[in-house]
C-alpha cells in the first residue's frame, strides 16, 4: 500500500469561495457541449473495441463491395448467369439466305454459339444441357427456323431470331426498370440497416447506463440531456462513418467494375443520401435514446422499441415496392423516415426539382427538434425510474 | 459545512420527504441512519441534484447549492453501478473527465486511487471480471477520482468484506481528516456509532434525532439506572417499593429503573449501602447505544 494521501481539493480554504478557486486548478465546470462530447467519445471507442461491431461493419462493407462488384459483372455480361449458349448445325440456312449462327453472332456478346454436324448431335448438345437450345433449318414460319430447347422455350434466343417492328418512344425513361429497383434496394437497404443497428445500439447503451445504475453517478455529475446529446451525437458519427465508408467502397467498385457512368448519375443522389441520412439518423437515434429509456432490462428493448421500428420499417417496403411510382415516392420523400431513400431515389430519376430536397431537409429538421424535444423529456423523465416500465403518458408529464 | 434546510418530496401523493433538515459538517463524518425507506436515498439525491426537492434547499457555506458545485462532490450512489464491459482505470478516466478534469489529471488521479485501494493490478480489467468486493472498491473509486470537496455514500459498507471495510474506512477518514464534510447511510448501526462524529436519524420521512454521538448518547441517557448487587441472596425486589421509581427490568440482584428525579436514584442508592445482608456491585447510569437511541427515536 502506497502512502498516497486522497486529499480533498480546495477544502479548508475561508468558505465556498476559496475552496472553488484553490479546486480550479485540477478541474474546470464543464460546457454541455464539453460534456456531451466526453461521452461521444466514450460511445465511439467503446463500439470501435467491441469485436462483434467491428466484425458486423466489415461484413456491411463487404456486402456492399460484392453487391456493386456483381451488379457491376452482370450488367456488362448483358443479364444474369452469362452468355446463352446455342448450338448450330454447320450449313444450315435461315430464310434470308444467312446462317443462323452468323445471325446471333451479329446480336453480340449475348449468344455463344457451337456449331456441329447435324441435327442429331445438336439436340444431343441440348439434352446434354450443354447448350440452352439449338436452331436448326426448317419449320413454316417465316424465319424458317427451328429453335429446339428441353423443357420451356428460351425467350432471349426467341426474341433475337423474331421479326421485331421499329419501336419509338416518346417519353423514354433514361434509367432501366432493375437498375432502379437495385437503387431503391441500395438506398433502402443501407439506411434501413444502419438505422436498425445503430438505433440497437443506442438502446443497448441507454439501457446498460440504467441497469447498471452507473446513470445515477452521471447524472450527479452531467444533465440527463447533455448525457443524451452524447450518445446522439457519438452513434450519429459512427453510423455517418459507416455510411461513408460504404458510399465510398460502392464509388470505388463502380469505378473498378467500369460502371463510372453510373456513378456519375448517381452523383448528386449519393451526396442527398449523406446529408439526409446524418439527420434522418439523429431522428431515429434520438427516438431510440428515448424509448430505450423506459425500460430497466435489456430484454425489453425489443418491445419497447417496436414503435420506433416499424417507423423505420414501413417506409422501407413502402419504398420497395412502390420504386416505380412517382406520386407514392414524391410523398415519401417528404416523410421524414423515408426521405433519406426516397429523396435520393427521385434525384436520381430526375423526377424532383433543385428544390426539392431543401424542403425535405427542412421538414426533416423540424421533426428532429420537435422528436428530440419530446425524447428528452421522456428521456430525463424516466432514466431514473427503474423496475417496472414507465408509461409513456406519465414520462411526457413527469 | 453543507446545510440541508426544509426539504420536502412526494412521489405521486406518498410524502417521502417531510421538512428534512440538518448540517454535515467539514472535517467530520456524519451518518446517516434510518430504516428501509425512511428517506436515506431520496434524501442523498436531492442532495446530489439527481432528484429535485418540492421544498427545501441545500447550501454549501452559507450559498445555495449550484450544478458546478454538485459536479464536484464524490458520490457513491445505494445502486452500485459502472460499465461492466469497460476496464476499470477507463472508467475512472472517463469519469473524472466528466467532472471536468484533463485526462492526463484524471488518469494520474485514477492510479493513485487504485494503489490506495489496493486494486493496481486490475486497472486494466473489465469490471465484470473482478470479484464482488473488488468492483465494491472500484466504486469507491469512482466517487474519489475527481478529488471531490464533499463526499456523500449511500451504503458505502455494505457488500464489502471486513478487509475492505478497513481499506475504505481508512481512505474516508483520511478524506475527512483534510477538512472536507463526509456524509454515509448505513444501517449498520454498530459501524456507524465506531465511525461517526455526528448522527442523524431520519425515519418516515422525518429528522428524528441529530448532534454529535456523545451529544445525542447524553441527550438520551435519560434517568435509567442499573443496579447490581452482590451477595447469595441478593435480591433487588425491595427498589419496587421506592417512592419516584419504576422498575423496567428485575433479576435477582439486578435491577433497572427510570427513576423520576436524580434524588429518587440517590435514595436508591443509599438504601442499597444501608442493607446489611448485600454489598452493592455497581450502580450506574445507563449510557444507550446507537442502536437503543435509534429505536427510541423512530417509534
Redesign the interface.
Known sequence: MSDTQIRPAGVGGAGGAAGGAAGGAAQRQLSAPQGAWIVAEREIMTRLRSKAFVISTAILLLVVLAGVVIGGLVSQSGGFGGPTKVATVAGDVAGDGTGAGAQLGALGEAFEVTEVADRAAAEQLVRDGDVDAAIVAGGDTAVGLTVIANDSPPGDVIQALSAAPAIELLDPSETSFMLGYLIAMGFGMVFYMTAMTFGMTIAQSVVEEKQTRIVEILLATISARTLLAGKILGNSILALSTVVAALALASVGMLATGQDILLGELGTALIWFGILFAFGFVLVAGLYAASAALVSRQEDIGSVSSPVMMLVMIPFFLIIIFFDNPQVLAIMSYVPFSAPTAMPMRLYFGDAAWWEPIVSLAVLLVSIVVALWIGSRIYENSIMRTGARVKLSEAIKG | MIEISGISRSFGDRLVLDDVSFGVE?GRMTGFVGANGAGKTTTM?IL????SADRGAVS????ELT???????G???E????????AVLDQLV??G?????STG?ART?AN??L??L?LAERAGDTLESLSLGNQQRAQIA???V??????VLDEPFSGLDPMAVEVVLG?LQ??AA???PVLFSSHQLDIVERLCDDVVVIGGGKIRAQGSREGLRAEHAGRVFELDLAGAAADAGWVREQPGVSVTHLDGGFARFEADSEAAAQAVLALAVQQESTAVRSFAPVTPSLAQIFQEVIR
Open positions: 467539514g439525491r446530489l441534484g439527481v432528484l454549501l457555506d452559507g450559498t450544478a458546478a458545485d454538485r459536479a464536484r462532490f458520490y457513491m450512489p445502486e452500485r453501478g459502472l460499465y461492466p464491459k469497460m472517463y469519469l473527465r466528466l467532472h471536468g478534469m489529471a488521479s493513485e486511487l494503489v490506495r489496493g469512482a466517487a474519489l475527481h478529488e471531490p470537496i464533499a463526499l481512505v483520511d478524506f483534510n477538512g472536507a
